[in-house]
């Protein structure tokens, strides 16, 4: 059982940043997908970010290219995002997820159904 733990959220301005940090527990952390979503009020969630552990492949939605960046920790097992220049629309409940790599790939990297392992999430907010 994969178990993750998300850290790192909390209140910014708009033009600011936050790293998030998601703890994994699993020992099969350098061959998996690991993705970043997020989730407004009264809204889907989305995917973000996502990183295959190992092959350090990364994918990112347009909406975050060139602000975000998602990156892996080998020393202490974790996947962090890196966040800058946060927008309000960048607001939400922001979840740490996992599934099982297609060799160096991720098959679906901003799918939520194609994750079966999440975290229990962190608020992120931005407001002036």
């Known amino acids: 059982q994969v178990h993750l733990v998300e850290s790192g959220g909390g209140s910014v301005q708009p033009g600011g940043s936050l790293r998030l940090s998601c703890t994994v527990s699993?020992?099969?952390?350098?061959?998996?997908?690991f993705g970043w979503f997020r989730q407004a009020p009264g809204m889907e969630r989305e995917g973000v970010a996502t990183?295959?552990?190992?092959?350090?492949?990364?994918y990112y939605v347009d909406s975050v290219k060139g602000r975000f960046s998602i990156s892996q920790d080998n020393a202490k097992n974790t996947v962090d995002l890196q966040m800058n220049s946060l927008k309000p629309e960048d607001t939400g409940m922001y979840y740490c997820?996992?599934?099982?790599?297609?060799?160096?790939?991720?098959?679906?990297?901003?799918?939520?159904?194609?994750?079966?392992?999440w975290g229990r999430g962190t608020q992120v907010t931005v407001s002036s």
């Open positions: 997820a996992a599934t099982a790599r297609n060799g160096g790939s991720c098959v679906r990297p901003f799918d939520f159904d194609a994750f079966p392992h």
């Open positions: 699993d020992n099969t952390y350098s061959s998996r997908c």
């Open positions: 990183i295959s552990t190992g092959a350090t492949t990364t």
